[in-house]
């Protein structure tokens, strides 16, 4: 059974610095891709970053336009934890985040339902 669990989260100021982890468990990211995701209230989930890996080396890593720059994702040696170090923090960055697993290679990682398997969130704010 795969788990994803997101960890990190919490409340900081505009310019701020956050990293988030999400820890898989019943997983092997040898295959497929991982990425994040967030959502705010009343809007869609959206795409912000993504990463795949091949040998233990980044075969991609891809941004949303808003966070480039800024946000960087990452993914530890067992490619088994991914993290996502968020800085310069704006108010706009506020959302729940959450962890995705299972993009199949060639899929567009921006599309939510190209991902199987989720965490439940962990929520950012941004704010003075």
């Known amino acids: 059974q795969v788990q994803l669990v997101e960890s990190g989260g919490g409340s900081v100021q505009p310019g701020g610095s956050l990293r988030l982890s999400c820890a898989a468990s019943g997983y092997s990211s040898r295959s497929n891709g991982m990425g994040w995701f967030r959502q705010a209230p009343g809007q869609e989930r959206e795409g912000v970053a993504a990463?795949?890996?091949?040998?233990?080396?980044?075969?991609?890593?891809d941004y949303a336009d808003s966070v480039k720059g800024r946000f960087t994702i990452s993914q530890d040696n067992a490619e088994n934890t991914v993290y996502l170090q968020m800085n310069s923090l704006k108010p706009e960055d506020t959302s729940m985040y959450y962890c995705?697993?299972?993009?199949?290679?060639?899929?567009?990682?921006?599309?939510?339902?190209?991902?199987?398997?989720w965490g439940q969130g962990t929520q950012v704010t941004v704010s003075s």
């Open positions: 995705a697993a299972g993009l199949s290679f060639g899929v567009n990682w921006r599309d939510r339902w190209a991902y199987p398997y």
């Open positions: 990463i795949r890996t091949r040998d233990k080396r980044i075969y991609y890593a």
